[in-house]
């Protein structure tokens, strides 16, 4: 699925989401309406990682939704 199609169905998607990244807000995924760009900052800054890897993870998350 691409991301202008996951940004389009982010309501039913948000909750696959919250079950891959667990310390995001409910908040948080509102606030990003399935904006990649967001979603990998917020993994990042959450989860203390590289930003390549959180683009990695964000990516692998989209190919699978």
């Known amino acids: 699925m691409n991301w202008d199609q996951i940004e ?3 309501k039913q998607l948000r909750g696959k989401a919250k079950e891959q990244w667990g ?5 948080e ?7 990649r760009d967001q979603l990998v ?3 990042q800054e ?3 990682l590289a930003k390549e890897e959180a ?5 692998a998350w ?4």
Do not use: I, N, P
């Open 55 to 59: 683009e990695r993870e964000v990516d």
């Open 8 to 10: 389009g169905k982010w």
């Open 41 to 43: 900052g917020k993994v």
């Open 46 to 48: 959450r989860y203390g």
């Open 29 to 35: 995924l509102d606030q990003m309406a399935g904006k």
């Open 62 to 65: 989209g190919r699978r939704h």
């Open 23 to 27: 310390k995001l807000t409910d908040d």
